[in-house]
């Protein structure tokens, strides 16, 4: 009995043993799937060409929103290298996403740098905004997308009352600017005060608009009559000084991400039609990335209400992409929204550049046909807008004149020796010719010659009419 009662209580152990080693492995398997698990969070690495006080503050906001709270994105590394080299780092995994221009992100998706945006917030940006494009699609998904805008919008400040006083209304288009209305005369020696243009400056961008909008030819004939119509200032101050003390009426100004402050009555802030230029800032994701839902989930912020406020901000040189931006009151700035809107609306040239290569040429161009035969331009153009006025020549005869004035010069090329008409693409094809200092002064000194003919031989063909 005894030894049957030691067999019993042995194989009782060896039970309660396996028993227990059972439960001990099921513990062990177990255990970590009961206990909170430790995740580092996700820190995103961006491609950018932002300086650091529009990284730090796209960083904050995003951090601190719900975007990244919720999907434990707890960091921004930021990479800035030379646009060369950046087909290499969105293919090698170093990077997730990347914030470019027009400049950059076609390349990159040319080169199947960039993978499509699955998210579906890209949906409440426009296609196009003043005729230029905001997103591009690849298989039916964008490949790039917009969420800012640098704007520069072409703007007049008026004197209504001046302007009521010569029986004018406000100009609203280059084609009024340039119209015989605003001629200069015997009661008013002009009422347009603009600034002289100077290589790279706002008002020789103006120039690069113009003949985008109105095409080359008309663009130049236009802007050679708004001259004539125009006394000149050293720089902007000037300009609005002669404008606030009744010199001028008129004075041409421009947008930027801050507005003027429109003075009070009888002076009026107004937009010159669809002289706008859009350049996008621009988001993509990198092909190489290993984070695609993270890298949405920025752009899912930037693109939201949110993300979009950042924007509209008094600091910001930028405009939103989404009206939705605004309906946030707090930091509200009715410049901005009237801007906004206004570029919504605007069909604009399509203007991304703030000046083409071509438009280097009509700088020096207008300084030698305009600028340094003022005063023989503008007598001619007085005397064509007097003689359609006194009826010695009909109104047809008038518009042939006007034409003339303004038609690009032909000269005798320096180098070919062709009778050469400054088109756009001679305009170019002269282009590293102008930094050869013997033909620049040939060749403008060619341009000067031939437009003082040209006034002369308008001036005597009047005078034979009247």
Known sequence: MSVLRGKI????????????GIIISALIIVIPYLLPQYNPGTTLRILTRYDVSIVNEIEYGFLHSAYAVENNIIDIEWE??????????????????????LQDLPALESSNSLRPIATTATSGVSQTI???????????????????????????????????????????????????????????????????????????????????????????????LMYSNSRFYEDDEDALNALLGYETAIALTFFDGQAYETPLWPFRRCHLQNMIVV????????????????????????????????????????????????????????????????????????????????????????????????????LTWKNVVNAEMNSSIDFMQFRQFREQLGEPLSIIDPISHLNESFTSSYALSILDELYNVDFLVEVTWLWKVAANHRYEMILSTLSALM
């Open 279 to 378: 350049q996008p800032d621009l988001i993509a994701i990198a092909d190489g990335t290993t984070q695609q839902s993270q890298s949405e989930v920025f752009i899912d912020y930037l693109l939201s209400p949110e993300g979009q406020a950042l924007w509209i901000l008094d600091e910001s040189d930028k405009l939103p992409v989404r009206r939705e931006a605004f309906d946030n009151d707090e930091g509200f700035n009715m410049n901005k929204y009237e801007e906004f809107n206004w570029t919504m609306r605007s069909g604009g040239p399509g203007v991304t550049e703030w000046i083409s290569s071509e438009d280097f040429a009509l700088w020096y161009y207008f300084n030698s046909t305009v600028f340094s035969a003022l005063d023989n331009l503008t």
């Open 80 to 101: 800035s290298v030379d646009s060369s080299f950046w087909s290499n780092y969105a293919l090698s995994g170093e990077i997730d996403l990347i914030l470019g221009t």
């Open 9 to 20: 209580s042995r194989s009782r152990t060896v039970d309660t043993l396996l028993i227990i």
């Open 130 to 224: 003043a005729g230029v494009l905001m997103k591009r699609y690849s298989e039916g998904l964008p490949i790039w997308c917009a969420y800012a805008l640098r704007v520069t919008t072409f703007e007049l400040f008026v004197n209504e009352v001046l302007l009521q006083a010569y029986d004018l209304s406000i100009p609203e288009t280059v084609e009024d600017l340039a119209s015989a209305d605003f001629c200069p005369s015997g009661m008013n020696e002009s009422l347009i005060g603009l600034v002289v243009p100077e290589k790279l400056s706002i008002e020789h961008q103006f120039q690069n608009v113009v003949t985008k909008k109105l095409g080359w030819k008309n663009g130049i004939q236009n802007l050679t």
